[in-house]
Nanobody, 113 residues
């Protein structure tokens, strides 16, 4: 059964950096992959996406600070997060944009001084 496993979250001070990883089992290479986040009391939102050819797009709130990448051979997606802000605090998830898989457990990112 296809699975998504996110990792790399943690506690970081404002202005700090984290790199999230997502391991995908099942079909991957031809799908647009996205990183989503869900803050307490808010809906899950898409913050970054990357096509099979590595074209990227970002939500305005993270543009210029986050970078999404992928390794099709390893079935991995990454999210480099720089200049983190307190409002980036959320659980981060990855998934396919089309025909999404069941959601993984996510990885908690907490930005706090």
């Amino acid at each position: 059964q296809a699975q998504l496993v996110e990792s790399g979250g943690g506690l970081v001070q404002p202005g700090g950096s984290l790199r999230l990883s997502c391991a995908v089992s099942g079909s991957f290479s031809f799908y647009v992959m996205g990183w989503y986040r869900q803050a307490p009391g808010k809906q899950r939102e898409l913050v970054a996406q990357i096509t099979s050819g590595s074209s990227t797009d970002y939500a305005d709130s993270v543009k210029g600070r986050f970078t999404v990448s992928r390794d099709n051979a390893k079935k991995m997606v990454y999210l480099q997060m720089n200049s983190l802000k307190t409002e980036d605090t959320a659980v981060y998830y990855c998934n396919r944009l089309q025909r999404p898989l069941g959601w993984g457990q996510g990885t908690q990112v907490t930005v706090s001084s």
